[in-house]
């Protein structure tokens, strides 16, 4: 069981930045593939970015490559996104999420992966 927990949302300008990081109860990235969705409301949801568990490649939706940068830091068992530019239509809750390093194929698919976390809002104001 891998345990995901979320942190940094909250409320910024249009044009401003956040860092969103996902703890997890993992020793090691390895043989994981670790992925970031979002959920605004009334909408399903959706796959923003992905990294392998080498952090070696790394996949965008398109409406965030330029403005988004995922990573990940095996000694602190942390995944990170950082989040530039942001623009109201960002504004959602925040998913991290894991599962076993062969999703890497349909990584943009939510049932694709065993653990989630509970969330973090990101609100953009215009």
């Known amino acids: 069981q891998v345990q995901l927990v979320e942190s940094g ?4 300008q249009a044009g401003g930045s956040l860092r969103l990081s ?13 992925g970031w969705f979002r959920q605004a409301p009334g909408k399903e949801r959706e796959f923003v970015a992905g990294i392998s568990g080498s ?11 330029g403005r988004f940068t995922i990573s990940s830091d ?13 623009k109201p239509e ?16 349909v990584r943009r698919n939510a049932d694709a992966y ?3 976390g509970q969330g973090t809002q990101v609100t953009v104001s215009s």
């Open 90 to 105: 960002d504004t959602a809750v925040y998913y991290c999420a894991a599962g076993r390093s062969y999703l890497a194929a």
């Open 9 to 12: 949302g909250g409320l910024v």
């Open 22 to 34: 996902c703890a997890a109860s993992v020793r090691t990235f390895s043989g994981y593939y670790m």
């Open 114 to 116: 065993d653990y989630w």
């Open 55 to 65: 952090g070696g490649n790394t996949d965008y939706v398109d409406s965030v490559k």
């Open 74 to 86: 095996n000694a602190k068992n942390g995944m990170f996104l950082h989040m530039n530019s942001l």
